[in-house]
């Protein structure tokens, strides 16, 4: 089984940018589908990237569009989230998840928690 873990989140003023990395361990991601997610309290988690383990395909929500890249390095295990130009609106605890629907595969990391404010 995969083991997801998130890390690079932190405190940022607005217009401010962090990298959020996914490691993981027990497999290679490069097999997976991965997206992230983010989920303030009381509410829905939402998608903000994903990208396609077969032909490396990316998505973005129109929220994030510009702001957000996702990238892999498969010779770290890693998958990576860029994020530009925060605001307060991007405050929330941000997840990776590894798919793999076929297979019925489907693991989360623990989360890391991004905060924008001045």
């Given amino acids: 089984h995969l ?6 989140g932190g405190l940022v003023q607005p217009g401010g940018s962090l990298r959020l990395s996914c490691v993981a361990s027990g497999g290679t991601l490069d097999r997976y589908a ?10 829905e988690r939402e998608a ?12 973005y929500p129109q929220s994030v569009e510009g ?8 010779a770290k ?3 990576y989230l860029q994020m530009n130009n925060l605001g307060p609106e991007d405050t929330a605890n ?9 297979a019925a595969e489907e693991y989360w990391g623990q989360g890391t928690p991004v905060t924008v404010s001045s």
């Fill in 48 to 59: 903000v990237s994903c990208t396609s383990g077969y032909d490396g395909s990316k998505n």
């Fill in 77 to 79: 295990n890693t998958v």
């Fill in 34 to 43: 991965i997206a992230w997610f983010r989920q303030v309290p009381g509410k």
């Fill in 3 to 8: 083991q997801l873990v998130e890390s690079g």
């Fill in 67 to 74: 702001r957000f890249t996702i990238s892999r390095d498969n």
């Fill in 94 to 102: 941000y997840y990776c998840r590894a798919l793999r629907l076929l």
